[in-house]
């Protein structure tokens, strides 16, 4: 439990960079995120949680400061091996699902195996085994405006799962959901990590969400200002985490 697995120290972000408009958005951010861990980043809109998920998901790079994502520089990578990582490495649950319309959740799934190479058949596989897992199974051949958004959501967490990656990355998860579907969500986010020994990182604004969580890191102005170890155990308090 104590591999690390995410090292940042003195993570600068900034945009604009030498010009009049230069914005610093993250200012020296220092974390480490060990394997197996359920992590949230709580933060408000314009804390600076959003660019410190790009930056963790290597959908960006820090401006400067040192990240290490299981014990590699990213920044001495190429836009190619980042892409590499983030194709096996992570997996992405965003808001906005992010399904293709015109494909069915079965095919939505097998589409990251699909780049990466993985056969026919072996894909559909692994695509039934992850939406059975999620508690899709019954829901294979529809299309993602036959689905409400906690089935998008599922199908979403599915597709996330689809190389095994063994970090799990959700951008605020549960906004597009009402409190139970958003408890469902929660549950298989739970699921993947007790079960699935993934190590979980979820960027929220929702204090009581976080709460369900290990450990909660919080974001305010670019800084990370607060860390806690909630007591609430979610296996035995159904209540915590729910949004009103």
């Known amino acids: 439990m104590d591999e690390m697995v995410i090292e ?9 960079v030498g010009t009049p408009n230069e914005l610093q958005i993250l200012h020296g951010i220092n974390m480490v995120i060990k394997k197996g861990e359920f992590v949230s980043i709580v933060g408000q809109s314009g804390s600076g949680k959003s660019t410190l998920m790009n930056l963790i998901g290597a959908l960006d790079r820090p401006t400067s400061g040192d990240y290490r994502l299981d014990g590699e520089d990213i920044s001495q ?4 091996e980042l892409s590499d990582i983030r194709n096996q490495k992570i997996g992405f649950v965003f808001q906005t699902f992010n399904l293709i319309p015109r ?3 079965l ?20 695509a039934r085994e992850l939406l059975e897992l999620v508690e899709m199974g019954d829901r294979l051949t529809h ?7 906690g089935q998008k959501q599922r199908v979403a967490i599915a597709r996330a799962m689809a190389n095994d990656p063994s970090i799990i990355l959700a951008d605020e998860p549960t906004g597009a959901l009402d409190s139970k579907t ?3 969500v929660m549950d298989i986010f739970h699921k993947l990590h007790r079960q699935e020994k993934k190590t979980v990182i979820l960027i929220t604004h929702n204090e009581r969400l976080a709460s369900e969580t290990e450990r909660v890191l919080t974001i305010v ?3 990370i200002v607060s860390e806690r170890f909630p007591a609430a155990d979610p296996a035995t308090d159904p209540a915590a985490g729910q949004e009103g």
């Open 8 to 16: 940042m120290a003195g993570i600068i972000k900034s945009f604009y």
């Open 77 to 80: 990578l190429s836009d190619n």
């Open 103 to 105: 494909s069915n959740a």
């Open 107 to 126: 095919r939505n799934v097998e589409l990251p195996l699909l780049y990466n190479g993985v056969a026919a058949g072996a894909r559909s596989r692994r």
């Open 143 to 149: 299309l993602p405006n036959e689905l409400s958004g």
């Open 182 to 184: 958003g408890r469902l």
């Open 221 to 223: 102005d670019g800084r």
